[in-house]
């Protein structure tokens, strides 16, 4: 391995698909527990509402990353946990709980890296219009701050949103996460919305003395199948609505004019008021890369190339990774970037004691490991990597069926045992 000095390991979670404990302490539904509730939204009409129990087992699950020797632990704060209702003030109860992670990572030798927003808007956020509401912007910015104003002396990185593609897109446009509601216009809407939360957040913790302070896009390859011009257009616009709508405002402070020009031509128009890019683009110590595949568009189809697929039907493309980061890196200069996911489902079959001997996972992290010692041999600024996941989890809406764990998770007795890809990874980190 050829990776710079310094580079840090770790293992990332979210709180609605490990947690469990919906209804303690002052918890009150996030648009996930509503969603799990409609009928077929969610792969057996599986939720949350247990998961892995990580409420109540939450200190053998930090002694389980100490014994992995994980250096950080990437986490996601319940928003209706800690702000019932998602208005008003912090719930003392449910702030608790994740001081308590704290002081066990802490005494394991784990460093917390916190994740604000990991898709469990409050319900009555969403009641009263959601994220395609300036509004909604503005409540997550008071959130940020109650969360800050009890552990930001106690955590050195912050992140805000995981993923707001998905949130905006997968959640306002394509109805296949929750809200599960399927508006174009709302997903765009909702995505300059959390974009602008993002911003407005990112300003009070900084104001506060945040030190470290960045967000995590989901980010692939697109590729073009032909230089034809259909071919080109496609993987284009692709790559502007992912990647490019979000990079180009954070970081240089404007929307893709491509971007904005395809909107108008579907009739959108993204709700942008004096100010909001400069918020937007408030400065950033660090962009976090979630990575699990890449595309070849022919046209309007997504053209199977032949590679070997993850259980989730994601075609397996480490050297997508190793073009991503260093393309990054060129376009997007002055921030380090790192890769807070990465990781893969596989139909896992445990022997008679529950061992998994997943080689399957084994090598795609292996190859996805070499991809990005590759990109820094090639010049860009990767910090470190989280694998995705500490254990197996609640899948949103695949549900349990899609194992991304290192860590087996038996739902019924809720054990855990560690798969051989936790084993490979702990050698990684020792090596
Ligand atoms: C990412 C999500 C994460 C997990 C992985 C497989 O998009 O951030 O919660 O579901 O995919």
Excluded at 25 to 30: A, N
Excluded at 190 to 206: D, E, K, N, P, S
Excluded at 344 to 367: C, I, L, M, N, T
Excluded at 391 to 419: C, H, M, S
Aim: hydrophobic share 40%; net charge negative.
């Amino acid at each position: 391995m050829n990776l710079p000095d310094h580079f840090r390991w770790g293992v990332a979670t979210s709180a609605y698909q490990i947690e469990g404990a919906v209804a303690e302490d002052g918890r009150t539904d996030s648009i996930w527990d509503t969603f799990c509730r409609v009928p077929s939204a969610v792969v057996n009409g599986e939720t949350g509402e247990v998961a892995c129990d990580h409420y109540h087992r939450m200190p053998s699950d930090v002694a389980l990353m100490r014994d992995l020797g994980v250096g950080l632990y990437r986490f996601s704060v319940s928003w209706p946990r800690v702000q019932p209702g998602g208005r008003g003030p912090a719930n003392r109860r449910g702030l608790d709980f994740y001081d308590r992670l704290v002081d066990e990572l802490q005494a394991a030798g784990i460093e917390p890296w916190l994740t604000l927003y990991h898709w469990d808007l409050p319900q009555e956020l969403e009641d009263a219009g959601g994220w395609p509401v300036r509004d909604t912007a503005l409540r997550f910015a008071d959130y940020a701050s109650l969360v800050y104003d009890r552990l930001g002396d106690r955590i050195p990185t912050w992140t805000t949103l995981n993923e707001p593609w998905c949130s905006a897109m997968l959640g306002y446009a394509y109805g296949r996460h929750a809200p599960g509601r399927t508006s174009l216009a709302d997903g765009y809407a909702a995505a300059h919305h959390l974009l602008l939360g993002h911003g407005l957040a990112a300003q009070r913790l900084r104001t506060a003395g945040a030190k470290s302070l960045g967000i995590t896009l989901n980010l692939g390859g697109h590729e073009p199948a032909t230089a034809a011009a259909a071919d080109v257009d496609a993987a284009r616009r692709a790559e502007g609505s992912t990647l490019r709508l979000y990079l180009d405002s954070l970081v240089r402070g404007a929307y893709p004019e491509d971007v904005v020009a395809d909107l108008a031509a579907q009739g959108i128009r993204l709700p942008i008021q004096e100010g909001d890019l400069e918020v937007i683009s408030t400065p950033l110590d660090l962009i976090g890369v979630n990575y699990y595949s890449s595309r070849v568009h022919s046209g309007e189809e997504i053209l199977a190339t032949g590679r070997p697929v993850t259980a989730m039907g994601w075609e397996i493309v480490p050297e997508g990774l190793t073009r991503l980061l260093v393309r990054l890196t060129r376009d997007y200069p002055g921030v380090p970037w790192w890769v807070t996911e990465n990781g893969a489902a596989f139909d896992d079959k445990p022997d008679a004691e529950g061992f998994v001997d997943d080689q399957d996972r084994v090598a795609y992290f292996a190859s996805h490991i070499d991809a990005i010692a590759e990109a820094c041999r090639q010049g860009a600024d990767v910090r470190g990597y989280f694998a995705w996941s500490l254990l197996d989890n609640f899948e949103w809406a695949e549900g349990y069926a899609k194992r991304f764990g290192i860590v087996r998770v038996d739902y019924e007795t809720q054990q855990r045992i560690p798969k051989q890809s936790a084993l490979y990874y702990r050698d990684v980190i020792t090596r």
